[in-house]
């Protein structure tokens, strides 16, 4: 089945700092993939996506490259800031028996910026 | 635009009563709502997958008859965890997507509800 693993955390950086959460992914046929981010007591809000091979999925300074050849979805960030700080799960969206799409994420990855 | 609405947000209740959430699309229709279940520190486990008229599709290992889901319009979708006790405590959250039912829609989520049981 599909499965997706995203580096464990937690993950502390100093603000300004770059930012690197890695994520690969098993998945049959060709999965869009996501990155979510959960703020402390909510539920999760879309990040960014990317729907084919070397798509590149950005906002609010954040990056990812859809590689096929790697599975790999890695989120990066230039220069991390204090509100950034939350938990980051990467996703995978592909078929469940029928024609829901169903999201397979990783763990989450703790992200902690200090001033 | 695409809002996911969940009501309540935190519940504390008895053990053995029952406790109904609600997923409300606020701005576009979901044929297809989610439900998740998320333990502390821990990813989100599907629970349940409803579209709209029809009955939910469970995930292996999810009590049908412990949770009860009914998603009677294309903006609402509720979760009844009947005769609920302390190892139901756990944040429940919902998703949504849109019409079309394609891999690259993103699911948007609710803020989740938080339940306790005593």
């Known amino acids: 089945g599909d499965s997706v693993t995203q580096m464990e955390g937690p993950v502390t950086l100093s603000e300004e700092a770059f930012l690197t959460i890695n994520c690969t992914y098993t998945?049959?046929?060709?999965?869009?993939l996501f990155w979510y981010v959960q703020y402390p007591g909510e539920g999760l809000q879309l990040l960014l996506k990317?729907?084919?091979?070397?798509d590149k999925g950005s906002n609010k300074g954040f990056e990812a490259t859809y590689r096929k050849e790697t599975t790999s979805f890695h989120l990066e960030k230039g220069s991390v800031q204090v509100s950034d700080s939350a938990v980051y799960f990467c996703?995978?969206?592909?078929?469940?028996?029928?024609?829901?799409?169903?999201?397979?994420f990783g763990k989450g990855t703790l992200l902690t910026v200090n001033p | 635009g695409a809002v996911v609405s969940q009501h309540p947000s935190w519940v504390i209740c008895k053990s053995g009563t029952s406790v109904k959430i609600e997923c409300r699309s606020l701005?576009?229709?979901?044929?297809?709502m989610f439900w998740y279940r998320q333990f502390p520190k821990q990813s989100l486990m599907l629970m349940a997958t409803?579209?709209?008229?029809?009955?939910?599709?469970?995930e292996q290992g999810v009590e049908k008859d412990k949770f009860l889901i009914n998603h009677a319009s294309l903006t609402l979708s509720t979760l009844t965890v009947t005769s609920a006790h302390p190892e139901d405590s756990s944040f429940y959250i919902c998703?949504?997507?849109?019409?079309?039912?394609?891999?690259?829609?993103?699911?948007?989520f609710g803020d989740g509800t938080r339940l306790s049981i005593l």
């Open positions: 998703s949504a997507i849109g019409t079309g039912g394609h891999s690259n829609q993103p699911q948007h």
């Open positions: 996703a995978l969206s592909g078929l469940s028996g029928g024609s829901n799409y169903k999201l397979t």
């Open positions: 990317a729907t084919k091979a070397d």
């Open positions: 701005d576009f229709q979901a044929t297809t």
């Open positions: 409803s579209n709209e008229g029809s009955k939910a599709t469970y």
């Open positions: 998945a049959t046929g060709y999965p869009s």
